[in-house]
């Protein structure tokens, strides 16, 4: 099955919704998606979104951020990415 890319346009009117944006395709996360998987060293890694997901009125759990390999914003709603 190919692997659809969501556009940034669909993203954009998510936004405000509460609604779970998954994706697995690069820059998923810094297209405005929440949560990006990619594959690193054989491993699975994520990628998180907070500043989206404070948007959709969505809370990420601390346990989640703690695995994420990246973290785009902070609940101040600063830009911060975390490696």
Same mark, same amino acid.
């Not at 944006?21 to 929440?34: A, K, R």
């Not at 948007?55 to 990420?60: D, G, N, Q, Y």
């Given at each position: 099955? %190919?692997? $659809?890319?969501?556009? %940034?346009?669909?993203?954009? &009117? =998510?936004?405000? +919704?509460?609604? !779970? @944006?998954?994706?697995?395709?690069?820059?998923?996360?810094?297209?405005?998606?929440?949560?990006?998987?990619? $594959?690193?060293?054989?491993?699975? +890694? $994520?990628?998180? &979104? !907070? #500043?989206? /997901?404070?948007?959709?009125?969505?809370?990420?759990?601390? +346990? =989640? !951020? /703690? !695995?994420?390999? @990246?973290?785009?914003?902070? %609940?101040?709603? #600063?830009?911060? /990415?975390?490696?």
């Amino acid at each position: 099955m %190919p692997i $659809r890319k969501i556009s %940034p346009a669909t993203l954009a &009117n =998510l936004e405000a +919704r509460a609604v !779970l @944006t998954v994706g697995e395709f690069e820059h998923f996360v810094q297209e405005g998606g929440m949560i990006g998987f990619f $594959r690193e060293d054989n491993k699975v +890694r $994520r990628e998180i &979104n !907070l #500043t989206a /997901a404070e948007h959709a009125k969505l809370k990420i759990s601390a +346990r =989640l !951020l /703690a !695995l994420a390999k @990246t973290v785009i914003g902070s %609940p101040k709603g #600063t830009c911060n /990415a975390v490696h």
